[in-house]
T-cell receptor
Framework: SAVISQKPSRDICQRGTSLTIQCQVDSQVTMMFWYRQQPGQSLTLIATANQGSEATYESGFVIDKFPISRPNLTFSTLTVSNMSPEDSSIYLC?????????FGSGTRLTVV | GENVGLHLPTLSVQEGDNSIINCAYSNSASDYFIWYKQESGKGPQFIIDIRSNMDKRQGQRVTVLLNKTVKHLSLQIAATQPGDSAVYFCAENNAGNMLTFGGGTRLMVKP
């Protein structure tokens, strides 16, 4: 299965700033997803990162707050914009291949 | 820890006992289900999956049972070990390769 590298693994950010999270996959994959995991909770899908077109956002998530790039089939970024303490979460990217779904180890974001 | 499972329901079992973790899913049209294990500081790791045309699937020390009538999924872990301590999530796939995750259960194994 694919190996996913996420950067940074963790960060502490000031409110009002933005953080860009990178997801690098060791093979070309068609479908990449971004999830949020709030403290003590399950995973919620933010959006599907589409290569060559705008991401598809789930209800409750908007492009202005969570802009996503997908320049090629092995890389994507998620930006958390104008952060507030409520954005403190683990953000995970995921890919799906024939062998199934694989998740990165996540980016643990704390907004102060 | 990393706050994973802090507010989730907890199942506490003795080492060597069997564990049963339950999950209710939401969409009767879902046709593929996965159980994930998440340890502190890590992303979810695949444990076992099952398609809707089956009601039982076995792996190494794990069994997944699917009851489509009541939209219920369970994960059975045989001879639970301390290394099984983690948060367990079920996930369902119902459209466009997207997964919808259940609420999760924290498993604590007492030595």
């Amino acid at each position: 299965s694919a190996v996913i590298s996420q950067k940074p693994s963790r960060d502490i950010c000031q409110r009002g700033t933005s953080l860009t999270i990178q997801c690098q996959v060791d093979s070309q994959v068609t479908m990449m997803f971004w999830y949020r995991q709030q403290p003590g909770q399950s995973l919620t899908l933010i959006a599907t990162a589409n290569q060559g077109s705008e991401a598809t956002y789930e209800s409750g998530f908007v492009i202005d707050k969570f802009p996503i790039s997908r320049p090629n089939l092995t890389f994507s970024t998620l930006t958390v914009s104008n952060m507030s303490p409520e954005d403190s979460s683990i953000y995970l990217c995921s890919v799906v291949e024939y062998s199934g779904y694989t998740f990165g180890s996540g980016t643990r974001l704390t907004v102060v | 820890g990393e706050n994973v499972g802090l507010h989730l329901p907890t199942l506490s079992v003795q080492e060597g006992d069997n564990s049963i973790i339950n999950c209710a899913y939401s969409n009767s049209a879902s046709d593929y289900f996965i159980w994930y294990k998440q340890e502190s500081g890590k992303g979810p790791q695949f444990i076992i999956d099952i398609r809707s045309n089956m009601d039982k699937r076995q792996g190494q020390r794990v069994t997944v049972l699917l009851n489509k009538t009541v939209k219920h999924l369970s994960l059975q872990i045989a001879a639970t070990q301390p290394g099984d301590s983690a948060v367990y999530f079920c996930a369902e796939n119902n459209a466009g390769n997207m997964l919808t995750f259940g609420g999760g259960t924290r498993l604590m194994v007492k030595p």
